[in-house]
T-cell receptor, first 115, second 115 residues
Framework: DSGVTQTPKHLITATGQRVTLRCSPRSGDLSVYWYQQSLDQGLQFLIQYYNGEERAKGNILERFSAQQFPDLHSELNLSSLELGDSALYFC??????????????FGPGTRLTVT | GESVGLHLPTLSVQEGDNSIINCAYS??????FIWYKQESGKGPQFIIDIRSNMDKRQGQRVTVLLNKTVKHLSLQIAATQPGDSAVYFCAENSRFSGGYNKLIFGAGTRLAVHP
């Protein structure tokens, strides 16, 4: 158990809908990262937050957004969902923004299925 | 459980043999590398890391070798066990302008251990 929690574990929704995925980092970790993992691709970095502020952006679509709250949990919002958005979404956390420690601890993921 | 990366390269080994999983990284300026293990239905789990000022690091039954000349990373697993069956990802830490770092993941290799 990495200490990172994600809810829900599974999510099934229809095209055009909007969903919110939630992540609670390890106790004391300030950075949260979101990744998308499709069957035909590896882990694709989406976005990073550090202590409430956006720190880095990766291959995140404009239909997707995220935020990190004062208690450091994070939410990833996916809107106008398309079939191609079906994937595993992982959250990871780390103590810092990427200075001395780069290791990221991953949650169990949310399996999103868009029908 | 869920399958990850159905089209991943697969390494098949006999139980008790040593396994070597290879990874080519892209950025010669990357200063930190990690190997992750992902079992079916779970998030990636940290195995071992190595900084760019080292060329070898050993853990329990695992060894990581770094060859910066050819930008190559390998993970050696001694006395491979059925529980080692998983997808293995290498990740490199790259620095970007603005002072932030990003872990870039490789495509992954599936390790299948046969009795």
């Amino acid at each position: 158990d990495s200490g990172v929690t994600q809810t829900p574990k599974h999510l099934i929704t229809a095209t055009g809908q909007r969903v919110t995925l939630r992540c609670s980092p390890r106790s004391g970790d300030l950075s949260v990262y979101w990744y998308q993992q499709s069957l035909d691709q590896g882990l694709q970095f989406l976005i990073q937050y550090y202590n409430g502020e956006e720190r880095a952006k990766g291959n995140i679509l404009e239909r997707f957004s995220a935020q990190q709250f004062p208690d450091l949990h994070s939410e990833l919002n996916l809107s106008s969902l398309e079939l191609g958005d079906s994937a595993l979404y992982f959250c990871a956390s780390s103590p810092a923004a990427g200075g001395a420690s780069y290791e990221q601890y991953f949650g169990p993921g949310t399996r999103l299925t868009v029908t | 459980g869920e399958s990850v990366g159905l089209h991943l390269p697969t390494l098949s080994v006999q139980e008790g043999d040593n396994s070597i999983i290879n990874c080519a990284y892209s950025n010669s300026a990357s200063d930190y590398f990690i190997w992750y293990k992902q079992e079916s239905g779970k998030g990636p789990q940290f195995i071992i890391d190595i900084r760019s000022n080292m060329d070898k690091r050993q853990g329990q039954r695992v060894t990581v070798l770094l060859n910066k000349t050819v930008k190559h990373l390998s993970l050696q697993i001694a006395a491979t066990q059925p529980g080692d069956s998983a997808v293995y990802f290498c990740a490199e830490n790259s620095r970007f302008s603005g002072g932030y770092n990003k872990l870039i993941f490789g495509a992954g290799t599936r390790l299948a251990v046969h009795p």
